[in-house]
């Protein structure tokens, strides 16, 4: 499902995993928004996943979360 928001971006409800997420994704945790400020690759496959907030998340193949994505424009 992809909607606009005020500011005009398109955005889409996507689920992710640690071979999905991306730089920029908005994970839905507890509730509360994070923004993915960075990624780090961490060995045997999962992903460590840094917040603008300064929160660490580590995330495993099998981990699935709701998150939104923001759309470019062509």
Do not use: C
Request: hydrophobic residues 40%; charged residues 25%; positive net charge.
């Amino acid at each position: 499902m992809n909607e606009r928001f005020p500011g005009g971006a398109l955005v889409s409800h996507i689920e992710v995993t640690s071979t999905t997420v991306r730089r920029g994704d908005v994970i839905q945790l507890g509730g509360r928004a994070y923004r993915v400020q960075d990624l780090f690759q961490l060995s045997q496959g999962p992903k460590q996943l840094l917040f603008e907030s300064g929160e660490l998340l580590t995330i495993h193949a099998r981990t699935r979360l709701a998150a939104l994505r923001t759309m470019r424009r062509r």
